[in-house]
């Protein structure tokens, strides 16, 4: 009888971020076609979408509920996230040659 509560209360809440997701893209919608300046836009839209996904990565990952899982996730995002900018230097050596060679 427990698991059945708890397995109905689950599928609830993930209605409820569902919702909450799509409200969310709606109001992208909104704001795509508002009559505001490319960089207002550009800052509402990248606030909007963070928040999408977090609730997305909280909620769908189950990152809510274990907290060992999200530390992994946050140091494994972070990690990638420095070696790509490792990459840079090597992208502007390739564009521009190496310094010491002119």
Same mark, same amino acid.
């Given at each position: 009888?427990?698991?059945?509560?708890?397995?109905?209360?689950?599928?609830?809440?993930?209605?409820?971020?569902?919702?909450?997701?799509?409200?969310?893209?709606?109001?992208?919608?909104?704001?795509?076609?508002?009559?505001?300046?490319?960089?207002? #836009?550009? !800052? %509402?839209?990248?606030?909007?979408?963070?928040?999408? @996904?977090? +609730?997305?990565? =909280?909620?769908?990952?189950?990152?809510?509920?274990? #907290?060992? !899982? %999200?530390?992994?996730?946050?140091?494994?995002?972070? @990690?990638? +996230?420095?070696? =790509?900018?490792?990459?840079?230097?090597?992208?502007?050596?390739? !564009?521009?040659?190496?310094?010491?060679?002119?």
């Amino acid at each position: 009888m427990a698991a059945e509560t708890q397995k109905s209360g689950g599928i609830s809440k993930d209605v409820i971020v569902y919702v909450c997701l799509l409200v969310l893209a709606a109001i992208q919608f909104v704001i795509a076609y508002q009559g505001i300046s490319d960089a207002q #836009k550009f !800052l %509402r839209m990248l606030i909007v979408a963070i928040i999408e @996904a977090a +609730l997305a990565l =909280l909620f769908f990952m189950h990152l809510a509920d274990n #907290k060992g !899982l %999200r530390w992994f996730v946050l140091i494994f995002t972070v @990690a990638v +996230l420095l070696g =790509l900018q490792y990459g840079w230097t090597d992208s502007f050596r390739q !564009l521009y040659g190496v310094p010491w060679a002119h």
